[in-house]
C-alpha cells in the first residue's frame, strides 16, 4: 500500500513540475496616439454616419452621429497654449479621445489629439507635443 502512495507522489511531483505553456499574447490596446479618429474626420460626414445625423440646440455638440453607446460628437472648442496664448478650433471625440483642428494667430490649422479631462474641458497635443487647454463652446 505504501508502494501505490509512493508512486502516486512521484507521478504528482514529475507531471506538477512540467513546464507550463506560455499565456495567449494579450490584445492590443488602442493608445492616446492611435485614435480611431483622425482630424479630417471632422470635414466630411459618410453616407453611414448621415443615416444617424443629430443636432440638439440643448447640448454644446454641433452635431452627432452614431447609435446610443457609440456616439461621434462634434464640437467648437476654444481654449490656450501652454504660453498663454489664445486658440480656437474644431474637434471630434468618440468616447474620451478625439481629434481636430485648432487655429492660433500664427499657425492657420494645428492638427490635434484630444482627451476629455473633465466635463465640457478637454486635454489637447499637438505632433510636436505642445500642449493646450480647451473648452467647448
Not at 474626420?41 to 443629430?54: C, G, L, P, Q, W
Request: aromatic share 14%; proline share 5%; net charge positive.
Amino acid at each position: 500500500m505504501q508502494k501505490n502512495y509512493f508512486t502516486l507522489l512521484l507521478l504528482f511531483a514529475f507531471y506538477s513540475c512540467q513546464k507550463a505553456s506560455a499565456p495567449p499574447p494579450l490584445p492590443q490596446v488602442n493608445s492616446f496616439y492611435k485614435s480611431a479618429i483622425s482630424a479630417d474626420d471632422r470635414k466630411t460626414i459618410t453616407a453611414e454616419e448621415a443615416k444617424t445625423y443629430h443636432v440638439n440646440p440643448v447640448y454644446k455638440y454641433e452635431y452627432r452621429t452614431g447609435h446610443p453607446g457609440h456616439y461621434k460628437y462634434n464640437y467648437h472648442v476654444k481654449g490656450i497654449n501652454v504660453l498663454g496664448d489664445s486658440v480656437f478650433g474644431n474637434i471630434n471625440t468618440e468616447g474620451k479621445y478625439g481629434a481636430g483642428i485648432l487655429i492660433t494667430d500664427s499657425i492657420p490649422e494645428l492638427e490635434i489629439n484630444t482627451e476629455w479631462v473633465s466635463h465640457g474641458k478637454l486635454k489637447a497635443i499637438d505632433k510636436k507635443g505642445n500642449e493646450y487647454n480647451l473648452v467647448v463652446k
